[in-house]
């Protein structure tokens, strides 16, 4: 059994707003049951991209390098592209780091709408688990340009939907 890793949060001086974007929320459920559903495909492919569009995941490689390429679709039969990246660092129930920088056979990309690096922090918090989102951007426009799309909404609709996953799930 592995033993637990120490997932306490220091201040992070490294945000930038200029660059990033962020989003924090506790989610009542054990930071395993959230990690699992980041890492599992099926867990992952249910809350992923927000309702009432359907997820179907091609790859979910949580390890560094792996690929994570999703697709999407608004009538459950036609799927679309949606997001072809890598993950670049994976510690275990701690830390996720993606990218569409580079896509999932590690080519240089350039994604639209925007390129992005993704961090995922997850912790222990004394209702469950301490969820942390940062979005890194190359460039202020790039940045911009996320947030007017609608940043906020999009990750803050998938985080509930996450966290309405784990959160039912029994303990």
């Given at each position: 059994?592995?033993p637990?890793?120490?997932?306490?949060?220091?201040?992070?001086?490294?945000?930038?707003?200029?660059?990033d974007?962020?989003?924090?929320?506790?989610?009542?459920?054990?930071r395993?049951?959230v990690?699992?559903?980041?890492?599992?495909p099926?867990?992952f492919?249910?809350w992923?991209?927000?309702?009432?569009?359907?997820?179907?995941?091609?790859?979910?490689?949580?390890?560094p390098?792996?690929?994570?390429?999703?697709?999407?679709?608004?009538?459950?039969?036609?799927?679309?592209?949606?997001?072809?990246g890598?993950?670049?660092l994976?510690?275990?129930?701690?830390?996720l780091?993606f990218?569409?920088?580079?896509?999932s056979?590690?080519?240089p990309?350039?994604?639209?709408?925007?390129?992005?690096?993704?961090?995922i922090r997850?912790?222990d918090?004394?209702?469950?688990?301490d969820y942390?989102?940062?979005?890194?951007?190359?460039?202020?426009?790039?940045?911009?340009?996320?947030?007017q799309?609608?940043?906020?909404?999009?990750?803050?609709?998938?985080a509930?939907?996450?966290?309405?996953?784990?959160?039912?799930?029994?303990?």
């Open positions: 059994m592995n637990e890793p120490d997932a306490t949060f220091v201040s992070d001086a490294t945000f930038n707003p200029a660059l974007l962020g989003l924090e929320r506790v989610i009542r459920a054990p395993e049951v990690w699992r559903a980041w890492t599992d099926d867990r492919a249910k992923w991209i927000p309702a009432p569009l359907q997820c179907r995941v091609d790859r979910l490689e949580a390890r390098g792996g690929a994570l390429v999703t697709r999407m679709s608004e009538d459950g039969a036609t799927f679309t592209p949606h997001l072809d890598c993950f670049l994976v510690e275990d129930r701690l830390r780091v990218t569409n920088g580079l896509d056979d590690w080519r990309a350039q994604p639209e709408p925007v390129a992005m690096t993704a961090e997850f912790a918090h004394p209702e469950g688990t942390r989102i940062r979005v890194r951007h190359g460039d202020k426009a790039a940045r911009d340009l996320h947030e799309l609608g940043f906020a909404e999009g990750w803050g609709t998938v509930a939907q996450l966290a309405a996953l784990v959160e039912a799930e029994p303990r």
